[in-house]
Each structure stands twice: as structure tokens, then as C-alpha cells.
């Protein structure tokens, strides 16, 4: 027998239908047996209604329902009716209704799930990524597909609007250094050769602009074989656009909006534009990081004239070899005691700093281990210099500007995260501009790109390329969100001049060059404009704006930190024929009984 297709998805249904007869389709949520009248809750991705199946009416079909379970698939007919006056559920879209049964089937019977199908379940989150296809049909995870498929949607209308194209770009390309790991795939009619699945469009988007598209976007997947986080995943999705002959300005105009609109959408707020704008070299010196989160304050001082000259000899000597002296006033903290102390010396320890001074400011002094060292006209000039107040604490580091600068920007977030400094339902959007261009590497004694080998430096830093490579700005900029990253682009270089230099300070030669990117070195001999991008994590946008912990809860199916599929046990072993057609052997790793592979 055919079953019934539904007329109205669950959710839809409201009190206009009183009257109607109806036909849901869903899964059985819960059902309630009063002694009489049975009470099935049924779901679908819209929501969720209460069904009265009433014995008096129909035995047959009551009798029917009461062998309904949770999860059973069913079809059923009734009529909408008002709930009786004092059993509405406020907290639901359906609560001022119900639909009383005239008919039921059951499509396909359940076992019984491993969790229950409903939001906020203590579970593991191992066992939710075993059984996905459960913990899918949980509502907040459908809310936030339905909302990521509306946010793509406005995107794509958005866009389409501006005048952009959406092109896509290959899946199977070569591999190119990007900053992380490449995912490598044998070619099977190439004996010993790589594709590589992309971790960005980078170089297509670059060749689509000399192609003369002047406006593209993707929303594209992409590759990157890194070790994984919260906000991270191996395969994750792109909003990936490029602009001809623009500025940072053009491209800022035409996505704030973008964004704005995203959090209407999503959030239901209005955002100014247009956001703020920081330099990395301030976002450095005031919060300690290239991402800073600046809903609250907690900003980091810079006490190094002040402190020049003291008694204390870490200061003063530090300051004398070119260090800094740096520091933070946690408020209303000076009743911390010795052992939270100690544990924040011991988490500055762990980004570099040698060691963590504090001071609790008194009435009239502070009081430090140190204090001894510091006369009263510098105590003083230090309490107006932080703002600080009797009953606050000054947390300071001397050390490298870069290190002060690392452990403040850890030390800050975690006191806000501690003294619950970050408002809720506050969103601050940002760009930091003038990244430099180039950042040295002890390791390697080498320039590399702080972004990558095409971006654009400012013009008139270009005569620094010979003279202070370290000293120049790129054209580079990044969108922060609550003090996360969610985007980050530059103006590319399109000079030949340039781009030969960049290679010669980054140490790759016109042969390594030609290997590498070559294709596009060639494209861009048959005339580039002017042109430049940015790339949105779309991942962390709906992080974020559907109150998420992670990306792994706006991913339909998220791999584990150890970059492993639960549900499908992905990655796998393949057969031996198989591996003879990509002509590959494998090396089988050594074996440990005490510590597994190694």
C-alpha cells in the first residue's frame, strides 16, 4: 500500500489550519498514554506537534498507535484542532495546537537510538560522530544546516548582484606550498606522479583574473593535512573571492555588507558599517595578537620608559638589551592568592615568558616581592598609567617585544574567560591591515611569506625590499570576529619586477620558481591587472553565529582531531590490487606492544 505523502511538514502547521485535515510525515519523538487519550509527539526537520489519538473515536487506530516507539517513520492523518484551553506549550511554534487522528501508518520501526534524539543530551561526542546520522536529527544540528543552507543562498544572491561569477576551480590540481601539508592522491595513468586536492584556489582565482572575470567567487571545499582543533578540520569550506582592479577600500565596500546582511540572517541584529579598522602593529602593541577580541578591555600597557632605570635589575636589564617591559591590570583581582599566582606564572611560562611579576595595588602603594625596588613616584606613575585602582592586580612580563607580546595576549583571554569578562550577544567585526610582509625564521635563517609569495607590498615600501626586508608592509588584511579570524585576503603582486624580488628574498630561485608556479608566472606574462582577494572560513562564520563550540557542529559529517570519520571508520585500508594500480607499496610501520604504532 502507498503511504501518504504529507500535505504540511510539522512545524509549518499554526492555528490558520483549524479545521484542515492534514498529512505529517516524521519520526515519532515520544508518546504519552493517559489511560485513554495516547499523545505522540512527531518531528520532522521543521519541528514538532502533538497528535491525540482518542479510543472513543477510532479503537483500530489508537490500538495502532500504542505500539508506536521512538523514532518510528509514520505517516498520519487528522484534523488541526485549538489545544484545550490551559495545555498550550509556549515553547513550542505548534503549542497552541494539535491534530487529532484519523489515520496512522507506520512506515519503518526503529531500534532503539543510543541517545535520545533531542537537544542538549549528556553524550559523548564520540559516540554523537559514530551514530551521525542520529545526532543529525537532533533539532539545533537541523537548525544550524538550515540556517548554513540559507547563509550560502544570501551569498550567492549577494554576490550575484555585485556582478561576481561563481566558477569552479579543479579538485584534482598540483601541489604547490601553501603553509601546511598537502592531501596527495597517486595518479593512476601517471606511474609515480601526485595530484594534490587544493588547500585554497589561490593560484586559479589569480589565473581567472588574468582570464579577464574581473569578479569571481566559490564557496569550494578545501584541503589542508594539519593538526586539528576546535575551529579546525582537514576539509573544510571556502567563501574564496577574487577582485580585478581594486583596492583593500573596493574590497571592504563591497563585503561589509555581505556580512552584515549574513548576521541579520542568522543572529537577527543590525551591524554598523563601516567596521572598525586596526593595524597589525597596534593590534600588537594593545592586545597581544593578530585576532584580538575587543568586546572587553584588559589592554595591554607598555611600561618600558617607566621602568628604564629602576633598581630591579630584570627590568632594567632587559630594557637595556631592547626589550620591553609590558604589562596588564586584571580589576578587582589583588585578593588573588599565592597559588593562583603561581598557576598564571606557570601559563605564562608556557608561551616564553621567563617569568610573571605582579603587584596588588593598595591605597596607597602596591603590594609585590618586588616593590622594594620601585620608589613611590614610579609606583605612582605606573597606577596612572593602567588606569589601576586599589583591589586591582598588574601582571607584567619583560621580555622580547614579541614574546611580551604573545604571553599578554594568552594571559588576556584566559583572565577574561576567568573573571567572565566577555559580554554574551555582543559581536565586533574588525580588520587589521598592513601585516608585514615578510617574518624571519630563526629555524630555517631564512625570509618566508607572512602570507603568501604573491602578495602585494605597499608601494612606497618597495625600496625596503634591498635595504629592511623585515621593516615592509604587505597589502594584506584579515576579518576578525569576537577574536576570531574569519577571513583573511591581500592585493597580489602583478609586477614582474616585484614578483622576481619577492623570490630572491624568500630564497626560491627562477628554477624552484618555475617548478612551483610556473603556469601562473606564465599567465601573468600575457597581462595581469591589477587584483587581489580574500577567503572567508564559512565554517567559523556559523561557529559563531549559531552559538556553536565548534565547526564540527556545522559540518554534516566532521572528522575527529585525529582527522578519522567515526561513522564510516575512514581512513581505511585499500586492497592490494588497488595499490598495484597506482603502482604504490606500502612500508608497513614497526609495531610496539607498549606505545602502538611508532
Not at 593538526?227 to 569550506?237: K, M, S, Y
Not at 582527522?563 to 610496539?592: F, G, R, Y
Request: charged content about 25%; some cysteine; proline content about 6%.
Amino acid at each position: 500500500m502507498a503511504f501518504w505523502q504529507r500535505t504540511k511538514y510539522c512545524g509549518t502547521v499554526s492555528k490558520k489550519d483549524i479545521g484542515r485535515e492534514i498529512v505529517l510525515n516524521g519520526w515519532v519523538q515520544r508518546t504519552r498514554d493517559h489511560g485513554g487519550l495516547l499523545f505522540v509527539d512527531v518531528r520532522d526537520r521543521s519541528g514538532l506537534i502533538q497528535v491525540v489519538f482518542n479510543p472513543s473515536e477510532n479503537a483500530a487506530i489508537h490500538e495502532l498507535a500504542r505500539s508506536l516507539r521512538s523514532e518510528y517513520v509514520v505517516a498520519i492523518k487528522g484534523n488541526v484542532a485549538p489545544r484545550p484551553a490551559g495545555t498550550e506549550n509556549p515553547n513550542l511554534s505548534t503549542g497552541e495546537i494539535e491534530i487529532h487522528a484519523t489515520g496512522v501508518q507506520i512506515l519503518n520501526k526503529a531500534e532503539t537510538p543510543p541517545f535520545p534524539i533531542e537537544d542538549d543530551i549528556d553524550v559523548s561526542e564520540d559516540i554523537r560522530l559514530k551514530y551521525r546520522y542520529l545526532d543529525l536529527r537532533r533539532p539545533r544540528l537541523q537548525r544550524n544546516f538550515i540556517l548554513r543552507h540559507q547563509v550560502c543562498k544570501l551569498i550567492r544572491d549577494y554576490l550575484s548582484e555585485q556582478g561576481f561569477l561563481e566558477i569552479e576551480t579543479p579538485m584534482l590540481t598540483k601541489s604547490t606550498p601553501e603553509g601546511a601539508r598537502d592531501y596527495l592522491v597517486p595518479a593512476r595513468l601517471s606511474p609515480g606522479f601526485f595530484f594534490a586536492l587544493p588547500q585554497s584556489p589561490q593560484l586559479f582565482k589569480q589565473i581567472l583574473m588574468v582570464s579577464g572575470y574581473d569578479r569571481y567567487f566559490q564557496i569550494v571545499r578545501c584541503f589542508r593535512d594539519e593538526d586539528l582543533r576546535a575551529d579546525r578540520q582537514p576539509e573544510f569550506t571556502q567563501l574564496d573571492i577574487e577582485m580585478s582592479f581594486i583596492t583593500p577600500d573596493n574590497l571592504f565596500n563591497v563585503l561589509e555588507p555581505l556580512l552584515a546582511k549574513i548576521m541579520k540572517l542568522g543572529l537577527g541584529i543590525d551591524i554598523p558599517t563601516p567596521f572598525p579598522r586596526m593595524t597589525y602593529t597596534e593590534a600588537m602593541l594593545r592586545f597581544g595578537s593578530d585576532k584580538p577580541d575587543t568586546r572587553f578591555g584588559l589592554e595591554i600597557v607598555d611600561i618600558t620608559e617607566e621602568v628604564r632605570h629602576v633598581e630591579f635589575s630584570v627590568f632594567a636589564k632587559t630594557v637595556e638589551l631592547g626589550g620591553v617591559v609590558r604589562g596588564l591590570c586584571a580589576p578587582g583581582c589583588s585578593g588573588f592568592s599565592r597559588n593562583q599566582l603561581d598557576q598564571l606564572t606557570n601559563f605564562a611560562k608556557q608561551f616564553g615568558a621567563k617569568g610573571l611579576v605582579w603587584l596588588k595595588v593598595t591605597e596607597t602603594t602596591v603590594d609585590s616581592p618586588v616593590a622594594k625596588y620601585l620608589k613611590p613616584e614610579i609606583v605612582e606613575q605606573l597606577k596612572i598609567k593602567f588606569g589601576a585602582k586599589p583591589g586591582d592586580l598588574l601582571l607584567l612580563v619583560a621580555d622580547k617585544p614579541q614574546i611580551a607580546a604573545e604571553v599578554l595576549g594568552r594571559l588576556r583571554l584566559k583572565l577574561a574567560d576567568d573573571l567572565n569578562l566577555k559580554p554574551k550577544d555582543t559581536y565586533q567585526f574588525l580588520w587589521i591591515t598592513d601585516f608585514p610582509l615578510l617574518e624571519w625564521s630563526e629555524e630555517e635563517k631564512k625570509w618566508n611569506a607572512m602570507h603568501h609569495p604573491f602578495t602585494s607590498p605597499m608601494e612606497e615600501d618597495i625600496p625596503l625590499l634591498s635595504t629592511d626586508p623585515g621593516k615592509v608592509r604587505a597589502k594584506a588584511y584579515d576579518l576578525v570576529l569576537n577574536g576570531t579570524e574569519i577571513g583573511g585576503g591581500s592585493i597580489r603582486i602583478h609586477s614582474a619586477d616585484v614578483q622576481s624580488k619577492m623570490f630572491e628574498i624568500l630564497g626560491i630561485t627562477k628554477e624552484e620558481a618555475q617548478i612551483k608556479f610556473g603556469f601562473l608566472l606564465e599567465a601573468f606574462q600575457y597581462g595581469a591587472p591589477p587584483h587581489g582577494g580574500i577567503a572567508f572560513g564559512l565554517d567559523r562564520i556559523m561557529m559563531i553565529i549559531t552559538g556553536s563550540n565548534t565547526i564540527r557542529d556545522v559540518i554534516a559529517f566532521p572528522k575527529t582531531q585525529k582527522a578519522t570519520c567515526l561513522m564510516t571508520n575512514a581512513p581505511s585500508p585499500v586492497s592490494k590490487k588497488q595499490l598495484d594500480e597506482l603502482h604504490l607499496k606500502l612500508i608497513k610501520p614497526e609495531i610496539s606492544s607498549k606505545s602502538g604504532i611508532r
